[in-house]
């Protein structure tokens, strides 16, 4: 249920900040989107004090920062130019990036069921962007594809970060570490935003915060590697919003090609999961056999 509502808050999050970019420079809106995260977390900070929000590592939580700011300012450079089934789409990428960093980060086994699954999100990624590289020469659906590994790295390290810190901590740290890195590049090209689209990064500070904290969540409460098959909900409320908000009409390769990606993505989250369930019962079993003498 984290991993569904954090999607679903991410869903709406997107489409505000869409709006957004299509109004003013990417680089000054992803410094303000996390600028109000930072804001929002403030009153909680205040009232159980600073010295409960300081991380363990303070350096992890910065190599953090610096990972999901290159992904950041990729993705929100593309962002104003594709609809958001593209966005949403090409970013199911994600979980097969996850699932193979997993296992060189956090020592999960790369069996060849992984391997499998990300071929098969391979093939889905090509459906998606290659009709736009072959006939328009659309590179922003390449340059969005490139952050995904990089969000991938920042939610391994996240997991990671999740054994030592709280995830109310990590959230507040990124929103920190992620505007100071941002700040430089949204002031050379500072414009002064409207009373509205002060508004409208209030509420993604309050979306932003809660859905971050909800993913986090979902990592503490299971394998990293079961919480993506609930990504396959996203494509249906991207498509969604973006048909209501932005009149977007889906390709059918894009609805296509996240389909096969969802596929890859729900059989290898069900196949992680039964092997967590085994895993469980072999572990109790022989808890309970009886010792020798």
């Known amino acids: 249920m984290w991993a569904i509502a954090a999607g679903f808050s991410f869903s709406v999050l997107n489409t505000l900040l869409r709006q957004i970019t299509l109004e003013m420079h990417p680089f000054e809106a992803q410094f303000l989107r996390y600028l109000f995260g930072v804001v929002v977390m403030l009153p909680l900070i205040l009232r159980r004090g600073w010295q409960d929000y300081l991380p363990n590592s303070i350096s992890g939580q910065f190599w953090r920062g610096i990972v999901h700011s290159i992904g950041l300012s990729l993705w929100f450079f593309a962002l104003p130019h594709l609809t958001l089934a593209d966005t949403t789409a090409i970013g ?17 086994k790369m069996r060849p069921e992984r391997w499998a699954a990300a071929l098969i999100g391979f093939i889905g990624v090509l459906i ?7 006939g328009s ?6 340059i969005m594809l490139a952050s995904a590994p ?10 990671m970060l999740t054994r030592h810190d709280r995830p109310e901590v990590i959230v507040a740290w990124q929103g920190i570490t992620v505007s100071l890195l ?16 002060w508004l409208m990064f209030a509420i993604t500070g309050v979306i932003g915060s809660a859905g971050h904290y909800c993913l986090t969540r979902s990592f503490v409460s299971t394998d990293i590697s079961v919480t993506q098959s609930a990504k396959f909900l996203d494509l249906i409320w991207a498509t969604l919003w973006g048909l209501l908000i932005f009149g977007d009409y889906p390709s059918s390769t894009t609805l296509i090609g996240g389909l ?9 989250g069900r196949r992680e999961a ?7 019962n072999s572990n109790n079993s022989a808890d309970a056999a009886p010792g020798g003498g």
């Open 150 to 159: 990089m969000f991938s790295l920042s939610f391994l390290l996240t997991k």
């Open 274 to 280: 039964q092997r967590a369930a085994q895993l469980r």
């Open 137 to 142: 020469g659309n590179w922003y659906s390449v």
């Open 182 to 197: 941002t700040m430089p590049f949204a002031l050379m090209v500072w414009v002064w935003p409207t009373p509205t689209q």
């Open 92 to 108: 199911y990428t994600g979980p097969i990036f996850t699932m193979i960093g997993a296992a060189y980060l956090l020592g999960e």
């Open 128 to 134: 998606v962007v290659g009709p736009r590289l072959s």
């Open 260 to 268: 096969v990606i969802i596929a890859a993505t729900i059989w290898i």
